[in-house]
């Protein structure tokens, strides 16, 4: 069975610093893997996806992730954050194509002035 | 183009009443999916319809159900309500032309569902 763990619940970090949000999956084949951002009281947001190839994927608002499959980790990244970055964030397996999502926990990332 | 639509946004029911929600994928979408974020458990899938039948289920008891209509919108059914199933309910939509858009899920707003 397919899972994510996303090991850190809240993040907290300074506007114009850098973030890292770390993603982990258990899937036997190569895997289908998301990341979505989720406002207070919203849906979710798709912000970049990993099917094949390029294991660096860039993404919307100028987040990129690294798929490592030694690693069994597709960590979220972006170089400076903005105060609207303020969000949850959610990464997310799919078996299959159009397959169901597996979600992590989410991490929490609040961002000081 | 319009995304995932879901209505009501919010609707509140008493315990043992039936709720009724619905969804409209994005235009050229077929899939339909339903997911359940409740507070203290995450986001997890119930439902999944394409083309107009039931495709995959979550770990949900049978009085979660739901259907597609022909043009792709779809309903989820919650009977016999219970104060455990106060939750934000997420439609998502995948489908379309060309493989990129087949692996996609693009989610709506959500309707937040109150049991009192």
């Known amino acids: 069975a397919q899972s994510v763990t996303q090991p850190d619940i809240h993040i907290t970090v300074s506007e114009g610093a850098s973030l890292e949000l770390r993603c982990n999956y258990s899937?036997?084949?190569?895997?289908?893997l998301f990341w979505y951002v989720q406002s207070p009281g919203q849906g979710l947001q798709l912000l970049l996806k990993y099917f094949s190839g390029d294991t660096l994927v860039q993404g919307i608002k100028g987040f990129e992730a690294e798929f490592k499959r030694s690693q069994s980790s597709f960590n979220l990244r972006k170089p400076s954050v903005h105060w609207s970055d303020a969000a949850e964030y959610f990464c997310a397996v799919a078996g299959a194509a159009g397959n169901k999502l597996t979600f992590g926990g989410g991490t929490r990332v609040l961002v000081k002035p | 183009e319009a995304g995932v639509t879901q209505s009501p946004t919010h609707l509140i029911k008493t315990r043992g009443q039936q709720a009724t929600l619905r969804c409209s994928p994005i235009s050229g979408h077929t899939s339909v999916y339903w997911y359940q974020q409740a507070l203290g458990l995450g986001l997890q899938f119930l439902l999944w319809y394409d083309e107009g039948e039931e495709r995959n289920r979550g770990n949900f008891p049978p009085r979660f159900s739901g259907r597609q209509f022909p043009n792709y919108s779809s309903e989820l059914n919650v009977n016999a309500l219970e104060l455990e199933d106060s939750a934000l309910y997420l439609c998502a939509s995948s489908g379309g032309q060309g493989q990129l858009y087949q692996e996609t899920q693009y989610f709506g707003p959500g309707t937040r569902l109150l049991v009192l």
């Open positions: 899937y036997g084949a190569t895997p289908y």
